[in-house]
């Protein structure tokens, strides 16, 4: 049963013409709203992870629950289809159970707050904002268990309640909630900071009706809806063909011995409405690595990547959605069946962006990206320092962007929207930490015309003892180059304890236990490279290397002899480039480093810079019922 709106005012708003200049002050208005709700969060936020990371996402939304302007849209409709209670004006409604709101967040550490807006008795707007809070209970550190077999071992699971009624707060169902944290104090910080993001949206959006009247208000956000709409609608006819296109690919392991876990997806077009099928996708895993997606969600995730690669001037929001038609089959690993552990979701998340490059990029060969957003690392760091006081640090890395149809894909960055790092100096300044090496690997990207971006080595000792956390992919699994592009390198974890042994870290695992003086080194992938290698600039080349991008040696996968003082050895480049040219196979649109088969094989022959090679390599589950049989 969805939710009733109590309205103590039920005049229909009045539809009124809306000229230019008003739209576009609307708009402006409510997009330095948008950003004022980051700004109030961030600077009053505890958790390094909303504070310095800002792994939080805001939104205003129309008064149907249809985002407007904002960064990770579709929450309120989620939200609308789980509630059965009453929304009423002062309420602030707080969740962070994927499965109560149709997979509107992901996962237990997203607290999401949302707070209809009234203006004389009628709901005109909604404002949200969700963070990740660094602990929500459960059990280990950080509350992103690996092993995870349900749920229910991931923290407290929070129903949609009201935890502000008639603008009271709630504060034995707050008090309730930090009593489950591991770090209540950072909570309750972040937590006053959502809401007071909230009340700064509210206080806007009743300056603009106030302004230019509630009419015009509704009107120009239902007018930039349709603008959105208009805009998706002709990219959507303009790349996405009407012959079906099939895509998959890999999360390479699930941290508990199974695995490679296969996402598939096919995409066509008839007439305006674009189709994504899920259809083949494997069930959903025994482990935390499953993602609720949402399909709401997914189109949010088309939206951005649109517009981003078209045009970013178009004001990103709901308005296409009628225009796109999802379909995931339920018990995959993209719709486990309650009560599936989800919290380590993240790399299926990330894979999503890669699948609808590798979709899309087959109708528009010029216009695609090479793999990329192939992960999101976490780090996770816990114990009691000197002083017998908690430290816990929960932390995102970054890898390398794929090169890409204008230039080469930055080194070491993040594709989250407006996410940043957490600066070193906070890290050794809050944590029991020394960051003694943060650099670009070289030779990571994958070579070709425009090379993919770098991944990052970042180096930490440990000063206290204590135990960590790791969560990665892209180990296995190569992030592929297009268009003749060669793939990046992947991902690897290497402790080095005090007694100087060496130990290659699986990509996912908990309760690793660190001692004074142990460094962990922590290597992410690099970006995907875009078009042949071989037609790279060799001045680009040789500039890559004294940067310290690229070795000598690995400008020779361009064709490039580059000598010792950085110069170009001409004559010895052409003779390299007319013999790989005659002795290489005929270039593809993708590049995937072989197949899975071809891929294991070479990885149980390497011996140097792989972590342990069994038993990922066992057979896929190919039902719920043998999973949880095995």
Known sequence: MPATIVQTNDKPFQKVAIDTITLDIIENCLRNARAEMDAVLFRTAMSPGIREQHDAFPMIANNEGKMVVGQFGSFIWGFLQGYDGTIEQGDV?????????????SHLNDWLCMM????EGRIVSWAAMFGHMSDNG???PGSLPTDAAQIFEEGLQIPPVKIVSNGVLNKEMLNLLLRNSRVPEWNRSDFNAILASLRLAELRVHEIIVRFGVDSFIGAMQEMLDRNRVAMGAIIKMVIPEKKQYFEDYIDDDGVGMGPYKIACSLWRDGDIAYFDFTGT??????SINFLLNEEMF?????????????PQILFNDGFYDLVDVHIPEGCILKP??????SCRTHLLGRIFDIMSGLLGQGAPEALSAAGFSDSPHFMY????KNDDWYQLYQIGFGGIPGRPVGDGPDGHSLWPSFTNVPNEFLESYFPLRIVSYESIVDSGGPGLHRGGNG???GYMFLAPGEISIHDDRWLTYPWGVNGGLPGGRSTKLMVRTDSSREWMPSKCDRIKVNIGDILYSNTWGGGGWGDPLDRPPEKVAADCERGLVSLQGARSYGVVVNADFSIDGQATQALRTEMTSKRPPLTLFNRGGTIEEIKARCLEETSLEPPKTPIFAKRVTSIGEAHAK
């Open 93 to 105: 409604f707080l969740t962070n159970d994927p499965y109560s709101c149709n997979g509107a967040i």
């Open 116 to 119: 209809p807006i009234f203006h």
């Open 138 to 140: 459960g059990k280990v």
């Open 282 to 287: 494997d069930p959903q895993s025994i482990s």
């Open 299 to 311: 189109k949010m995730f088309l939206g951005s990547f649109f517009i981003n690669l078209f045009d």
């Open 337 to 342: 069946k309650r009560p599936a552990a989800l």
């Open 382 to 385: 816990s114990g009691y320092d």
């Open 456 to 458: 990052v080595c970042t």
